[in-house]
């Protein structure tokens, strides 16, 4: 066996020689087996060569040739002709036997071929690691390598030198075993008395492998993006015969493309010519050729012959066809041969054809050639709800032929998979759905066809050879292709389906069972064999392993959805029980075991024995030649997985596993040859993982981070290798190793870093599950309703999709640490955001937003599942508890604890859960230290006067503004009647802060602007339509208030608002956008007068008793700071309301994704006024995205309902950067704001004492909004802290 120590000796050598000519050895079996197997294969050779050859023991450099008893010499054994080689076969028995060397003679011209001068060596390996020997269960090593460890004196060993002790003792065992030792005596001589310790603790039982070591690799190298401009592939990779009739005939208006490869290139493009449908058939054959072709009508199975007004020039009509000659096409860049035909708008389903050239029939394997049509106008392919109509129609209209049998599906998918080429990602999404509705079930195999397996075996190789082609040209559909491969199965060419009828018959005859239940299956798999008879074998193995008990077979089957009326209902119907002689059970045993390789290896995608056993079969030509120096590593993982698949002790299984995948995954997409096989055990490599974790979960310790830490880490490796559109999960395991590798227990400070990676890790995997439902779903419910399939399974198909992947399991993983975590960083259950106590009565929502124009007659407590942080919260809400995680400064946040709602983050689902069974009834909410205390109520005790509306102050109002005539105004004219708090506090501050707190320079455009700019006649239709929808909304109607925002942005500027803002943004030196860039300005200027008109500040205005028509909107212009860090300061600490504290949040990038509550949490910090030198972290950043932009303006609402006293206004309108920013992943895994102790307590004291000043100069808290870039404080806004 050989260790990670150990050089792996190669099973496979390749040498180039001589005119061509090439040496491929084969090496199997091995020394100590004495069954060594040399094979030597010579390859281009004209002449007979002979083998000039010795075989060496080890320290001995002298040639011996075979006897009884062996001598020095050496031998001579001429090659022998094979078929297109030649070859000489060696077999060696010594076990003792270290090498062979040997030279070439060429028998006619007495010369030698030598390699470098000297002698060809090959090495002999000491132990076959391609046997299956039998598993040797960890414990035994770990117990072996401890006891070695004791012999030497207990020595303080490295973690390196703990894994090769666990290596060498792996490699005594196996050679024990190999030397026909069996595990039964291994295992009682290792645990006698006199040696058995006593092991205190579960880490001294594992000492042989390093506990739980820090995984670290270079996950980058495995990110994926999946670029949206890409989402529409037309086709596999573009061949020079596709450009060059596209730039022929031209690629506009083409609705499909198709390509084949016969021999010949045959190129099919379905194109829109001047409103009439044509179908070009394009070939790069020379000679005559000949268009046979019929139109199909009412399915893509009929074959008539076409109008004999549409037929193409040069074509006759023959009986039930039409037979077009092909026309030369030259072009300077080469020249073809072409037949169009001119469809005209007929509705058909499309054409079939063959061609015929050079005296035979060119066939799409055997079959026809189909062409089906596509709605005309090509935005009509894909509807509005995210599926490929034409394309699931023809599916559902395909079923009933595809349900004669796995063969005619198979190759109806392989077709359909062809055709829909060019819809990109959401046309294998309906094949996927298709075949998944297949796999489980829903759907019917086989109906009155008898059909060989090995025609099912083949037809499975063509399609899962197209979706292998389709992986590695198609990137951005590998995820996709992956979950269509494994519900499908292998298949295979030549005898790999034949096998499942011949060995049938051998198990019959062998084992005297060819009557009864067995010959009624024996009559299936020759008529129609299935994945079901995957579950048959294997209910009769474990019916044979019990003793012959029947209830076992029922159970297995039963288990697997297999009943009596199943059973009955095939073509070849089983109906009799198996009954088998008690003396055939070894003999059963081992055969139907051998027989249900054979099956998996056809029907199963996912079976991970079956996809190593292929890539081994044949001296592994598949991971030899396609990986050259990476087969080593990969083999000795396979090995060490085949044997240790069952273990009870999954931490090394589990490294084998995803190290396995590591290795394979630079060559998945480039892999020649067998490259399908290759694919396939990463698949089943990805499964195994899964299965491996859910089956270890019950034995791990969650309150020894380091074990947990070292699971997600393999956990998140192998979602990064399945994954296509992976950034985040990249960032996510980087930022993990970070923390795994600073681990420091029951520190508070570590448990709030790893909690936040595995909060952010939360929001991805909830945004692939979105993701899933959004891509997924529609494509199911339209064919799940055609297909008739059960509403169940269409509702839940998606669901169970995820459930079937590694992020279920790693979700599991997530919540059961999360808890740990919350208690070593004193966090508890809740985090409470506007700590009030309320009682109210339960009610649990979805969305929270859906809600917000509700108005509740009694106090409610809400309970809701997603929070954005942009609601409103409804009248008559008391209390809002969510399990999401809004940022404290949030603009719900704010409103909460200003309405004196009280507003908490639940972290324990149980909590949720119990309170949702309280839906309706009346509950306490009290406060005790950082925590919520809910108890039960009577009802009675909450009178309906407590149901009033929510303690809005009364007496709050605010005066319309007037136009005082200027359409601009510099920072220097800023008074309240022109502008509102935020312009004046900028203009405040100018000159009050000291020089290192910068205030960007700006300019505004006054209130009344807006309604002077619509009254003008320019815009007298914009004004009246929005004069008129205004009284549906004061009517009621709330939908208007978007038709009104509609309607601002279609506003046209007067000539003396541009001229006034460009010459007031150049004397204050601000830049002017230019023309082209004015375009924009005036649309983000529009946007934020629109956002007067937003639902959400409508309400708050309407809750408040504010009057709408009175509310008017500025505009405050700076320039945008694209610095490295936003924050946002409150000089008093909303969470506890202590004055002597000042509250931070930062984020990475630009403010909005900070103040727009993007998903997941910025960094905060606190610190004391009278310490600014030491803040204290509160929470660490688990944000997924930032925004970065170029230097750009942005424009800033500024309302005159802002910052009134008692009423928190900021936040309900829109301020826009006139640039979209650039939305990037977050990667925080070097950033010093996160791992670097001195930046923050720099930058951190720094962004407080910036809080601080601006507090004492207002006398009273702040809010402020600023910038960090290049080490420099920018503060963009301050205002009253609510």
């Not at 399945?722 to 980087?734: F, H, M, R």
Request: proline share 4%.
């Amino acid at each position: 066996m050989a260790t990670s120590e150990d050089k792996q000796i190669p099973r496979v050598h390749n040498f180039e020689l001589v005119e061509g000519m090439k040496l491929q050895i084969n090496v199997s079996g091995s020394s100590i087996g004495r069954n060594v197997r040399v094979q030597f294969q010579l390859r281009n050779c004209a002449r007979t060569w002979i083998l000039h050859w010795g075989f060496l023991y080890r320290g001995n450099t002298n040639w011996f040739i075979p006897a009884e008893h062996p001598k020095q010499g050496a031998l001579q054994t001429p090659f022998v002709k094979s078929g297109e080689i030649y070859l000489v076969t060696v077999e060696l028995r010594d076990p003792k036997i270290h090498a062979i060397e040997f030279v070439l003679k060429d028998g006619s011209h007495d010369r030698w071929l030598r390699l470098n001068h000297g002698n060809f060596r090959i090495e002999i390996p000491e132990i076959d690691t391609n046997t299956c020997l039998q598993p040797i269960p960890m414990d035994l090593i770990e117990l072996r390598a401890y006891q070695n460890w004791e012999r030497r004196g207990r020595p303080n060993n490295s973690p390196q030198q703990q894994q090769k002790d666990y290596n060498d003792a792996l490699k005594e065992l196996q050679l024990q075993l190999s030397n026909g030792i069996s595990l039964k005596d291994l295992q009682s001589s290792h645990m006698t008395a006199s040696t058995k310790p006593v092991f205190k603790n579960k880490e001294q039982i594992r000492y042989g492998v390093p506990s739980y070591p820090c995984r670290r690799h270079d996950v980058e190298k495995w990110l994926q993006k999946n670029y949206k401009g890409h989402v529409k592939t037309t086709t596999l990779p573009s061949s020079s015969f596709v450009a060059l009739v596209e730039n022929s005939l031209g690629a506009d208006n083409v609705i499909s493309r198709q390509s084949y490869h016969m021999g010949h290139e045959i190129v099919v493009l379905s194109k829109i010519i001047s409103s009439d449908y044509h179908i070009l058939v394009a070939v790069n054959m020379k000679g005559a050729a000949i268009l046979h072709w019929g139109v199909s009508k009412c399915s893509p199975g009929e074959w008539l012959s076409p109008p004999p007004d549409m037929l193409p020039e040069k074509s006759k009509m023959v009986a039930g066809a039409c037979q077009t000659y092909f026309t030369d096409i030259a072009t300077a860049r080469g020249s073809f041969q072409m037949v169009d035909i001119n469809l005209q708008k007929r509705k058909f389903v499309g054409i079939q054809f063959v061609i015929w050239s050079g005296g035979s029939w060119i066939k799409n394997n055997g079959e026809n050639f189909f062409v089906g049509l596509h709605p005309m106008d090509p935005k009509d392919k894909v509807d509005g709800d995210n599926k490929v109509k034409w394309l699931l129609d023809e599916i559902s209209c395909r079923e009933k032929d595809a349900e004669r049998s796995l063969m005619h599906r198979f190759n109806i998918a392989a077709e359909l998979t062809e055709r829909c080429k060019g819809e990109g990602e959401l046309g294998l999404v309906a094949i996927m759905v298709w075949m998944r509705f297949m796999a489980c079930r829903h759907l019917t195999w086989n109906k009155n066809y008898n059909v060989k397996p090995r025609e099912i075996s083949e037809a499975q190789d063509r399609f899962t050879n197209l979706l292998q082609k389709i992986y590695s040209s198609q990137p951005n559909d590998r995820e996709i292709v992956r979950l269509i491969m494994a519900f499908v199965g292998r298949g295979g060419q030549g005898d790999v389906g034949q096998r499942i009828r011949d060995e049938i018959l051998v198990i019959q005859r062998n084992n005297d069972c060819k009557t009864g239940m067995m010959e009624e299956w024996h009559q299936k798999l020759h008529n129609n064999t299935s994945p079901d008879d995957i579950i048959i074998c294997e209910a009769l193995l474990n019916y044979i392993r019990c003793g012959f008990k029947i209830d076992a077979y029922w159970q297995t089957l039963n288990c697997h959805g297999l009943s009596k009326q199943k059973l009955s209902s095939y073509d070849r119907p089983i109906v009799s029980e198996p009954r088998f002689r008690a003396d055939a059970k070894e003999s059963l045993t081992r055969d139907l075991t051998m027989y249900l390789k054979t099956l998996k290896a056809v029907h199963s995608g996912a079976d991970l024995e079956s996809a190593i056993e292929t890539c081994y079969k044949g001296h592994n030509s598949v991971i030899s030649d396609s990986f050259g120096s990476l087969s080593s590593k990969l083999r000795e993982c396979l090995t060490f997985i085949k044997a240790h698949i069952h273990d009870e002790s999954i931490n090394q299984l589990m490294e084998k596993l995803v190290d396995s995948r590591i290795e394979l995954h630079p060559v998945l997409g480039t892999a020649r040859g067998r490259a399908k096989d290759l694919l396939f055990l990463d698949i089943s490599l990805a499964s195994a993982i899964k299965t491996t974790m859910e089956r270890g979960l019950k034995d791990l310790n969650f309150s020894h981070p380091p074990e947990i830490m070292f699971f997600i880490s393999l956990l998140l490796e192998s979602l990064c290798l399945s994954v296509v559109n992976n950034e985040d999960l990249i960032y996510c395991t980087k930022d993990w190793y970070r923390v795994s590798e600073s681990y420091i227990t029951n520190d508070a400070q570590w448990a709030l870093q790893a909690k936040a990676i595995l909060d952010r890790l939360q929001l991805v995997l909830a945004e692939r599950s979105q993701t899933y439902q959004k891509k997924f779903q529609p494509s199911v419910k339209y064919l799940g309703c055609l297909l008739g399939v059960e509403k169940y399974a269409i509702d839940n198909f998606t669901e169970e999709l995820v459930r079937a992947q590694s992020e279920a399991v790693l979700s599991i993983l997530i919540n059961r640490f999360e808890p740990v975590l919350r208690k070593v960083a004193n966090l508890g259950c809740w985090q409470v955001i506007s700590p009030v106590e309320v009682c109210g009565f339960i009610t649990s929502v979805n969305e929270l937003i859906t809600l917000q124009n509700k108005v509740y007659r009694r106090p409610t407590i809400i309970i809701a599942s997603r929070i954005t942080g942009e609601e409103e919260i409804p009248v008559g809400v008391v209390a809002v508890l969510t399990p999401d995680m809004p940022d404290v400064l949030s603009h719900i946040s704010i409103r909460a604890r200003n309405n004196k709602v009280c507003f908490a983050t639940c972290f324990d689902q149980n909590i949720l859960r119990n309170l949702r069974l309280k839906e309706g009834k009346a509950v306490s909410i009290r406060l005790k230290s950082t925590n919520l205390i809910i108890g039960d109520i009577s009802s009675s005790n909450l009178s309906l006067s407590s149901s009033a509306l929510p303690s809005i102050p009364r007496g709050i109002t605010f005066k319309r503004k007037i136009f005082l005539g200027k359409y601009a105004v510099s920072v220097e004219d800023f008074t309240p009647d022109m502008v509102g708090a935020k312009s004046c506090n900028i203009k405040f501050l100018r000159g009050r802060v000291p020089s290192w707190i910068k205030i960007p320079t700006s300019v505004a455009i006054p209130f009344g602007a807006f309604e002077t700019v619509l009254s003008e006649n320019i815009n007298k239709d914009i004004a009246n339509k929005i004069s008129r929808l205004y009284k549906f909304i004061n009517g009621g109607d709330l939908s208007k208030l978007q038709e009104i925002q509609e309607a601002v942005l279609q506003m046209s500027a007067p000539l003396s608002l541009i001229y006034e803002l460009k010459n007031k943004m150049r004397s204050s030196g601000m830049p002017w956008p230019g023309d082209e860039g004015w375009n924009l300005a005036w649309r983000s200027i529009k946007k934020v007068w629109a956002s007067k008109w937003n639902e959400r500040a409508f309400i708050s205005c309407r809750k408040a008793n504010l009057n709408h028509d009175n509310l008017c909107m500025a505009v405050l212009i700076q320039e945008t700071i694209s610095g490295d860090y936003a924050f946002v300061i409150h000089t008093k600490n909303p969470l506890s309301g202590d004055n002597s504290e000042i509250y931070t949040e930062i984020v990475k990038g630009l403010g909005e994704t900070l103040v727009g509550a993007y998903p997941g949490r910025a960094m905060s910090f606190v610190t004391k006024k009278n310490n600014l030198k030491s803040p204290i972290v509160t929470c660490y950043p688990s944000k997924l995205i930032g925004l970065y932009g170029k230097p750009s303006i942005i424009f800033r609402s500024d309302s005159n309902g802002e910052d009134l006293e008692k009423y928190a206004g900021a936040g309900l309108y829109d301020s826009v950067i006139m640039n979209d920013p650039e939305k990037v992943v977050l990667d925080y895994s070097r950033d010093p704001m996160v791992g670097d102790k001195s930046f923050q307590t720099s930058v951190f004291s720094k962004i407080a004492e910036t809080g601080k000043i601006i507090e004492s100069l207002y006398g009273y808290p702040q809010d402020i909004e600023g910038v960090l870039k290049d080490g420099l404080i920018y503060v963009v806004q301050a205002r009253p802290q609510m």
